[in-house]
């Protein structure tokens, strides 16, 4: 089943960021661009080469610095994990806008041949019978693909020398290569009227001219440049886990695509076809359960076990058995379904991009309005010449609210996919079972994917490739 879920990230750094300062730079004219199509005459260009530094190589990450790099701009890409995320996990595109920004970003095509095949799942009672059943383009929108292969997708198209030998080359309108740092993670911003100057864990200091925090939920640029977590994140009632079922799993558990529903409680189960010819693939589970918020270590997997085992007792059909392949399972995602909402996305120097300033963990759109989000930001960034002030500003109100909109979807759907009450559970498998419901809940979702009016950035800014700046 799709969803917006990323793997939780390690431990963030304590050390606390020192306060910023409101930057200031030279900037020349700028051309405003309005409507599909955008102005008429290309902005002109910015008017020295610019470094920014991006934290989190998961989809916005990547994304944004696809673009920046085609316009001209430096970037880098910090990333906590060592290396790329796998996981079976998929995301979903949907809509105009989206396809319309893989397209532009010459990565539609590569998309669709990575696509899953996707299946329907069928809700199941206590015997194991259908009582409902979920269309694959209700979860999975108009092309689903694996979180991981996304991510390998614009990896790749970022970082071109990072492909095998076996690979097609990169095509004519690559972007020069951008940086990579893995297995690093931020521990200050400090900001000065020239730059962002920034501290790692393990890399040596260095100066941006911008810094912009696509690191997801728990997002480190937040914490250091905005305040903590618990000011911008809202608990919305649900947890939500998954994982690959281990080797100790019954054969038969992921016969097939199932779910299984109590008051305030969902157990699926069942198996990706593009992920079949893994040889120790058996199939994968996706939980949904009401809670409050709980008190575990985010960061302790057995914790997160103990909170699932402990939430799933007494449950009927196979999820004892199911829930208790936790234990063996070694790719446990598991986080809370929050909303992110802060006030201004950018301070400074400073911004956020996706999950970080908009996030609403499953059914808000999350990877396309990333996506959008990335395309959106650099392209104002670019039109402004750099300025990032108006760039920021602008990126603000032109997409605030359209992921305004998005995130409406995240607060709905633990109460979709886990009604808390049996009534609530037999009304929603009454609206799958009907075609006329279930097409009109797929249009809504359609029309608000693409309620946003995109600018033709690409056709306006003038590629560039300034020399790489020293540090």
């Not at 260095?206 to 000011?231: C, K, N, Y």
């Not at 103990?306 to 007494?314: N, P």
């Amino acid at each position: 089943m799709a969803h917006d879920a990323k793997t939780t990230t390690p431990a963030a750094p304590t050390t606390t960021a020192t306060t910023a300062t409101t930057g200031v730079t030279a900037t020349t004219g700028v051309t405003a661009t309005t409507g599909v199509t955008g102005a008429t005459a290309a902005p002109p260009r910015p008017t020295r080469p610019r470094t920014v530094l991006i934290s989190g190589a998961s989809i916005a990450g990547p994304a944004l610095a696809y673009w920046l790099a085609r316009y001209g701009f430096h970037p880098t890409v910090v990333e906590v994990a060592p290396t790329l995320r796998g996981g079976g996990f998929a995301v979903d595109f949907r809509g105009a806008a989206h396809l319309t920004v893989l397209q532009r970003m010459d990565v539609l095509d590569r998309i669709r041949q990575r696509r899953t095949a996707g299946s329907p799942m069928a809700f199941i009672d206590a015997r194991g019978e259908q009582v409902a059943s979920m269309p694959p383009e209700f979860a999975g929108g108009d092309i689903e693909i694996l979180r991981s292969e996304l991510s390998r997708v614009l990896y790749n198209h970022t970082h071109p020398t990072s492909q095998a030998p076996s690979s097609p080359p990169p095509s004519s309108s690559s972007p020069p290569s951008t940086e990579y740092l893995f297995g690093d993670s931020l521990t200050s911003l400090t900001e000065s009227a020239d730059g962002v100057h920034v501290t790692f864990e393990r890399a040596a200091p260095r100066t941006f001219d911008l810094v912009i925090g696509a690191d997801g939920l728990h997002s480190t640029v937040r914490r250091l440049a905005f305040g903590p977590e618990e000011q911008f994140v809202s608990h919305l009632g649900y947890y939500v886990a998954g994982w690959d079922l281990p080797p100790t799993a019954a054969p038969d558990l992921a016969a097939r695509a199932v779910g299984y529903n109590e008051p305030g409680r969902l157990a699926t189960v069942g198996r990706v076809p593009r992920r079949a010819d893994a040889p120790s693939y058996r199939g994968e589970t996706f939980c949904v359960f009401a809670s409050e918020r709980l008190g575990h270590d985010r960061r302790d997997p057995q914790a997160q076990r103990k909170a699932l085992t402990q939430a799933y007792e007494g449950a009927g059909w196979r999820t004892t058995e199911l829930i208790g392949t936790v234990w063996d399972a070694d790719d446990l995602y598991f986080d809370s379904i929050s909303r992110v909402d802060v006030p201004t996305w950018s301070t400074g120097r400073i911004a956020l991009l996706g999950d970080a300033a908009y996030g609403a963990t499953v059914g808000g759109m999350g990877t396309g309005s990333a996506v959008v989000g990335a395309y959106v930001l650099a392209g104002e960034l670019a039109t402004a010449a750099g300025d990032h002030r108006q760039a920021f500003a602008r990126y603000e109100e032109k997409l605030r609210p359209y992921v305004t909109r998005c995130q409406e979807g995240g607060r709905a759907a633990g109460e979709f996919l886990a009604p808390l009450t049996q009534e609530a559970i037999t009304a929603r498998n009454a609206a799958l079972n009907d075609p006329a419901t279930l097409t009109a809940m797929l249009q809504e979702g359609h029309e608000i994917s693409a309620d946003i009016s995109l600018d033709d950035y690409p056709s306006l800014i003038a590629t560039t490739t300034p020399e790489r700046p020293h540090h």
